[in-house]
Each structure stands twice: as C-alpha cells, then as structure tokens.
C-alpha cells in the first residue's frame, strides 16, 4: 500500500507563486509514474502533470511553462511548482499513484487564486 498526503496549497494572488508537496508513505522510486490531478468546483478531475521514475515529465497544455513537478526519491516526495497563478488554477490539488495494479490517492489540498 501507499498513503499520499499533499500539503503547500492556500489563498493566493493573481501571478503569485506555491510549491505543493506530495509524501509518499514508501519509497517512491518502486512507483513508475506520479501524478498530480487537479479537480475545481463543478468539474471533473484533471491531470495536469506526471513524473517517471526516469524523471520524464509531461503537462497538460493549460499549464504548461508555468507549473513544474519534480521528484526527491530520497524524500519520497513530489513537487508541483506553480508559477504565475491564475484564477482558473482554483481547485483541489491531488497526488495519485499506480503501485501494484492499485490507484492510490491523497486527501488534496486546497489552491485558491484570488485578489
């Protein structure tokens, strides 16, 4: 099993900036893929970014040049950068993890844009 918690989201201006983190609860580098999600009121849940466990990335094209997600296997932690907010970047924020055929989730953390 693996237990996610997220942590780093809050009230934020317009073009401001947050590093949201992911805790894994094993070590990350047995998962293959870590990904964020994104979910706002009334929509679905998105993917916006993903990291391999070679470090590739990828990004949905609404985020791209402005979020960034890395990992520290030694930490068992994933980061999402988000830079230049904007108001339609409100939504919860969740990590997720495929480990064994399983689809693991964290509880999400919050991210609100607003002047």
């Known amino acids: 099993q693996v237990q996610l918690v997220e942590s780093g989201g809050g009230l934020v201006q317009p073009g401001g900036s947050l590093r949201l983190s992911c805790a894994a609860s094993r070590s990350i580098f047995s998962i293959n893929v870590m990904r964020w999600y994104r979910q706002a009121p009334g929509k679905e849940r998105e993917l916006v970014a993903s990291i391999s466990r070679g470090a590739g990335t990828n990004y949905a094209d609404s985020v791209k040049g402005r979020f960034t997600i890395s990992r520290d296997n030694g930490k068992n932690t994933v980061y999402l950068q988000i830079n230049s907010l904007k108001p339609e970047d409100t939504a919860v924020y969740y990590c997720?993890?495929?480990?064994?055929?399983?689809?693991?989730w964290g509880q999400g953390t919050q991210v609100t844009v607003s002047s």
């Open positions: 997720n993890a495929v480990f064994e055929f399983r689809n693991y």
